[in-house]
């Protein structure tokens, strides 16, 4: 497509840039730093209100209502990058389960759900993974059995991010324990607050604890909480799983860490000259830029096939994978870059942005295995991709 700019789409970027320059108060360095989770619903209201978060989600269901247009889209990315603004709140709940509700949902779960989660009143987290269920997430075995009008849950999940903070979870459970096992899945909506629910962090190499154990014992649930219908959790749960990898694989994202990134080898220095001048850091700093560049592009990609109904194909499968080695990559030239400083961590004087550089590093590292390994990632895009044979399955004994 023809990625000139208009002078309507000129008018749209000085536009944004006003906005942005109107609510600089409201994320500034520092601002609001006493009520970060008020600030950040606050700030979420207002990009609602004017068109630059939930765009194109109808208005029905609590979003701006806005036509999809890919160039409005990129100017809008650019210019909260440049002006280092946050694109808003961006959680399983807004990333993953709003779209795959637009999707699936029934209007009564559009209804419910949609907008308190947009808004952020609403935390979600998501219950795939299983002890034994990670990489063939359909050998699930947590179940639900029917009694009267509710299900009854038992079973345990793992990796569940944000389950210690989380109002709901959208959720996979066995629900017809004789049919096949991609068949046997239904896909629940339903409280962490339910009695039976235990929920136990797992704290990783960060030293927090992103994930969590969760533990349903006898947990009663409505049988009106199903997506889409019994036994169709395996299509739904695809569905999310799409919206994840995008998630996970956001070019904005990763070009805003690129730009920190440059900032920082700016001010950084090695006997009186900034990291920048070196050819060596300077060169690494370009190989990532250019693949940056080559995310965003491939992020255009999807959102042509977005607008046009078509699948994404190969520009989807390659999202993920692409976007956390990407990021993984970036924290580790940042590393590189304070030098001696890299390795510290947690707190001290010397310490740069917080520690976020290190904290990313070792984050990261865990998202290129969280959200389906990059192993399986390659296998996904070698098969479905590129029409490769399937990998061989190993004999029975």
């Not at 996979?172 to 039976?196: N, Q």
């Not at 924290?331 to 290190?358: C, F, T």
Request: hydrophobic residues 40%; neutral net charge; proline residues 5%.
């Amino acid at each position: 497509m023809d990625l000139r700019l208009t002078p309507e789409m000129e008018a749209f970027r000085d536009e944004v840039r006003g906005f942005l320059e109107a609510h600089r108060d409201h994320y500034a360095p520092g601002a609001a730093a006493d009520r970060p989770r008020e600030a950040a619903l606050a700030w979420q209201r207002l990009l609602i209100e004017h068109g630059y978060a939930a765009r194109t989600i109808p208005k029905e269901y609590g979003g701006y209502g806005a036509q999809p247009d890919i160039l409005k889209t990129r100017i809008i990315a650019e210019e909260f990058t440049r002006a280092g603004a946050p694109r808003g709140l961006a959680n399983q709940g807004i990333s993953m389960l709003v779209p795959t509700l637009l999707e699936v949902g029934s209007e009564e779960q559009k209804q419910a759900w949609i907008g308190k989660t947009l808004r952020g009143e609403v935390v979600w987290c998501q219950g795939y993974s299983e002890p034994g269920a990670g990489s063939d997430l359909a050998s699930l075995q947590t179940k639900a059995v029917e009694d009267g009008d509710d299900f009854v849950i038992s079973g345990q999940k793992i990796w569940t991010s944000t389950a210690a903070q989380a109002d709901m979870i959208f959720c996979l459970v066995r629900t017809e324990p004789d049919a096949p096992k991609h068949d046997g899945i239904s896909y629940l909506l339903f409280s962490m607050k339910t009695p039976g629910i235990e929920v136990r962090p797992l704290k990783t190499m960060t030293g927090s604890a992103e994930f969590n154990e969760v533990f349903f014992t006898d947990v009663r649930v409505p049988k009106s909480s199903v997506v889409l219908g019994r036994g169709k959790g395996w299509f739904v749960a695809n569905a999310t799983l799409k919206h994840e990898r995008g998630m996970l694989g956001d070019p904005n994202a990763t070009e805003a860490r690129l730009h920190s990134l440059i900032e920082l080898m700016k001010t950084e220095t090695v006997d009186g000259r900034p990291l920048i001048a070196d050819p060596v850091f300077r060169d690494r700093a370009m190989a990532l830029q250019s693949k940056v560049l080559a995310m965003k592009f491939n992020g255009l990609r999807g959102l042509t096939a977005s607008m046009r109904g078509e699948p994404a194909g190969m520009a989807g499968l390659v999202v993920k994978l692409q976007g956390c080695e990407l990021n993984h990559q970036i924290a580790a030239l940042a590393i590189d870059a304070l030098g001696e400083l890299g390795v510290l961590y947690e707190d001290g004087p010397h310490l740069r942005a917080k520690g976020s550089w290190q904290w990313n590093y070792m984050f990261d590292l865990g998202l290129i295995i969280g959200g389906g390994t990059a192993q399986i990632q390659k296998n996904i895009i070698s098969e479905r991709g590129l029409g490769m044979p399937r990998e061989p399955k190993l004999a029975k004994a």
